[in-house]
Nanobody, 123 residues
Framework: QVQLVESGGGLVQAGGSLRLSCAASGRTFSTITMGWFRQTPGKEREFVARINWSGSDTYYADSVKGRFTISRDNAKNTVYLQMNSLKPEDTAVYYC????????????????WGQGTQVTVSS
């Protein structure tokens, strides 16, 4: 079992940066793929990025490619999402999630979820 807790959300102006963190508990963290998703009211949860267990493979949604970077520190049981050049359309609740499926992007494949952290980008 893996429990996830996100932090680092907040209010930022367009063009600014934020770094989200997701702290995990459980011995299996270092063996699973981790992802970030986001959701706005009335919309489905949207894939943002994922990273494999070792950090050697990452994948991004087109909407964030070149602006966001996902990384992980298995010694600290933490995954990060560095968000640069933020836009108002990045405003959402951001969730970290874990999966046993290495190349998953569909939230249905992610077993472990955090409670979410709000990111608001003002124009």
């Amino acid at each position: 079992q893996v429990q996830l807790v996100e932090s680092g959300g907040g209010l930022v102006q367009a063009g600014g940066s934020l770094r989200l963190s997701c702290a995990a508990s459980g011995r299996t963290f270092s063996t699973i793929t981790m992802g970030w998703f986001r959701q706005t009211p009335g919309k489905e949860r949207e894939f943002v990025a994922r990273i494999n267990w070792s950090g050697s493979d990452t994948y991004y949604a087109d909407s964030v490619k070149g602006r966001f970077t996902i990384s992980r520190d298995n010694a600290k049981n933490t995954v990060y999402l560095q968000m640069n050049s933020l836009k108002p359309e990045d405003t959402a609740v951001y969730y970290c999630a874990g999966t046993l499926t290495t190349y998953a992007r569909d939230p249905l494949f992610f077993r472990y979820w955090g409670q979410g952290t709000q990111v608001t980008v003002s124009s």
